[in-house]
């Protein structure tokens, strides 16, 4: 099986720039596509930001020129947020589009979430 695990998040102060990271591990035969997902309180989750494997980027209007999605390896990226507002306050998931096996079908992997909270 395949595990995304992050780290970093928790509270921050408006206008800080503060990182995530996610690791992707476990039985990978290629990852496709890594990325962002947000859900706010009483809000669905949405689209942050994604990167392709072979370097295309995605953004949601609402973070762009603020949030970046660097990737080290193939299995890790990075969300990094410059100029936080209270409104980026989140869960933010981590998100893998991986094929496991050379055979396997691409599947939808998540992370556990970690929290941001943009406050003074």
């Known amino acids: 099986q395949v595990q995304l695990v992050e780290s970093g998040g928790g509270v921050v102060q408006p206008g800080g720039s503060p990182r995530l990271s996610c690791a992707a591990s476990g039985r990978i035969y290629r990852v496709n596509v890594m990325g962002w997902y947000r859900q706010a309180p009483g809000k669905e989750r949405e689209l942050v930001a994604t990167i392709r494997s072979g370097g295309t980027t995605n953004y949601a209007d609402s973070v762009k020129g603020r949030f970046a999605v660097p990737g080290d390896t193939a299995n890790t990226v990075y969300l990094q947020m410059n100029s936080l507002k209270p409104e980026d306050t989140a869960v933010y998931y981590c998100?893998?589009?991986?094929?496991?096996?050379?055979?396997?079908?691409?599947?939808?992997?998540w992370g556990q979430g970690t929290q941001v909270t943009v406050s003074s």
């Open positions: 998100y893998g589009n991986i094929k496991s096996t050379i055979y396997a079908v691409p599947y939808d992997y």
